[in-house]
């Protein structure tokens, strides 16, 4: 660097490292207080346009950052909101993150994302991390109990979302996914179908639980069995390559199967995976049912017949609910919102034959 020139973001250290520029550099910088520099950036207080103007421009030249503790010190919160799901692989994960990421930004909070890959150790990891950034509440998809039960207990506004743990003191907003698979079987069963069976790869939260027990409702009002053969249970699989193992047995012991209930968009995928590598016809050999509309779907021929959650409006109604906590003085009576899905019909389902 040429001697005499600027260094932005404050003077370098012996290591070379730029200084973390201060909120009285940014002041200096703006020919203003402290404290109207403070109030320009915190958006609290009066400060005519231009001002606020000219110390934005100046934060944004020296690279400033707020500091979180100095504002948690204040009483004026650190502006940060956790949230937590299960696998951002998985494309309803990541739109739920951005239902939550919509509606926290519109309200000026910064949202801080983790994947704890549906395991509870590195859920309550995410949760410790949260709680020593003092955010100000936190969403998530809970694999446990451990993260809401630490986080409720050190007084942080919670909301659930998609499944519940259980834990009293949170808010939760989920799918009706009973009504869903109802939805589902009952289309295939007004097609004709009598022998449907049931793929699911998780029963002990109320998501995979309530929809076999939607599949089992529809069957039983319509006066079907249920024959345990044809509900495949996926929960205590090893790995990808267990759950195949198990499909292919499925369908080798399932002849009399004409359609098949996916529970989810992971499941659906597998089946239908796994019925093209049996050469079988989707829909005139099999017929699919998804729980999930994901964007693949409507791309293969035929297109999937699905279950359409409102992911993004899932995200953004539990995010209401924890800002409305947040903004309470009182902890409040937890709240519960279920949200319906709905059937959408593609080609992937039609009448058995004969």
Same mark, same amino acid.
């Given at each position: 660097?040429?001697?005499?020139?600027?260094?932005?973001?404050?003077?370098?250290?012996?290591?070379?490292?730029?200084?973390?520029?201060?909120?009285?550099?940014? /002041? =200096?910088? *703006?020919?203003?207080?402290?404290? !109207?520099? +403070?109030? %320009?950036?915190?958006?609290?207080?009066? #400060?005519? $346009? @231009?001002?606020?103007?000219?110390?934005?421009?100046?934060?944004?030249?020296?690279?400033?950052?707020?500091?979180?503790?100095?504002?948690?010190?204040?009483?004026?919160?650190?502006?940060?909101?956790?949230?937590?799901?299960?696998?951002?692989?998985?494309?309803?994960? /990541? =739109?739920? *993150?951005?239902?939550?990421?919509? !509606?926290? +930004?519109? %309200?000026?909070?910064?949202?801080?994302? #983790?994947? $704890? @890959?549906?395991?509870?150790?590195?859920?309550?990891?995410?949760?410790?991390?949260?709680?020593?950034?003092?955010?100000?509440?936190?969403?998530?998809?809970?694999?446990?109990?451990?993260?809401?039960?630490?986080?409720?207990?050190?007084?942080?506004?919670?909301?659930?979302?998609?499944?519940?743990?259980?834990?009293?003191?949170?808010?939760?907003?989920?799918?009706?996914?009973?009504?869903?698979?109802?939805?589902?079987?009952?289309?295939?069963?007004?097609?004709?179908?009598?022998?449907?069976?049931?793929?699911?790869?998780?029963?002990?939260?109320?998501?995979?639980?309530?929809?076999?027990?939607?599949?089992?409702?529809?069957?039983?009002?319509?006066?079907?069995?249920?024959?345990?053969?044809?509900?495949?249970?996926?929960?205590?699989?090893?790995?990808?390559?267990?759950?195949?193992?198990?499909?292919?047995?499925?369908?080798?012991?399932?002849?009399?199967?004409?359609?098949?209930?996916?529970?989810?968009?992971?499941?659906?995928?597998?089946?239908?995976?796994?019925?093209?590598?049996?050469?079988?016809?989707?829909?005139?050999?099999?017929?699919?049912?998804?729980?999930?509309?994901?964007?693949?779907?409507?791309?293969?021929?035929?297109?999937?017949?699905?279950?359409?959650?409102?992911?993004?409006?899932?995200?953004?109604?539990?995010?209401?609910?924890?800002?409305?906590?947040?903004?309470?003085?009182?902890?409040?009576?937890?709240?519960?919102?279920?949200?319906?899905?709905?059937?959408?019909?593609?080609?992937?389902?039609?009448?058995?034959?004969?």
């Amino acid at each position: 660097m040429a001697n005499g020139a600027a260094v932005r973001g404050g003077s370098s250290g012996s290591n070379g490292r730029r200084a973390r520029a201060t909120l009285r550099d940014v /002041a =200096e910088a *703006a020919g203003t207080s402290r404290s !109207t520099a +403070s109030r %320009a950036l915190g958006g609290h207080g009066y #400060v005519a $346009d @231009h001002i606020r103007e000219r110390v934005q421009a100046a934060a944004e030249r020296l690279g400033y950052v707020p500091d979180v503790s100095a504002r948690t010190l204040k009483g004026r919160g650190s502006g940060l909101v956790g949230v937590l799901v299960s696998d951002l692989r998985n494309q309803f994960y /990541a =739109e739920l *993150a951005a239902g939550v990421e919509h !509606t926290l +930004s519109a %309200a000026g909070y910064q949202m801080v994302l #983790v994947d $704890d @890959h549906s395991d509870d150790e590195r859920a309550a990891a995410g949760a410790r991390a949260f709680l020593a950034m003092r955010a100000d509440g936190v969403l998530l998809t809970p694999v446990g109990r451990t993260a809401t039960e630490n986080l409720v207990g050190h007084g942080v506004p919670v909301a659930e979302m998609d499944r519940r743990s259980g834990v009293r003191g949170c808010d939760v907003v989920s799918i009706d996914n009973e009504r869903g698979a109802r939805l589902a079987v009952e289309h295939l069963i007004a097609l004709g179908h009598r022998d449907i069976g049931i793929v699911v790869d998780e029963t002990q939260w109320d998501t995979g639980r309530n929809r076999l027990k939607g599949y089992r409702a529809a069957l039983r009002d319509a006066g079907l069995a249920t024959p345990r053969r044809h509900v495949l249970d996926l929960s205590r699989s090893e790995g990808v390559g267990d759950q195949r193992t198990q499909l292919t047995a499925f369908f080798d012991g399932n002849s009399a199967v004409t359609a098949v209930f996916a529970a989810n968009n992971v499941m659906a995928e597998l089946v239908w995976q796994e019925l093209k590598r049996r050469g079988a016809d989707v829909p005139s050999s099999c017929s699919l049912v998804s729980f999930d509309d994901l964007a693949w779907m409507k791309m293969v021929e035929p297109g999937v017949t699905a279950v359409r959650q409102p992911v993004f409006d899932l995200g953004g109604r539990a995010a209401e609910l924890l800002l409305a906590r947040i903004g309470r003085d009182d902890a409040g009576r937890a709240g519960s919102v279920v949200l319906e899905p709905e059937l959408v019909v593609r080609g992937s389902t039609v009448a058995p034959k004969g």
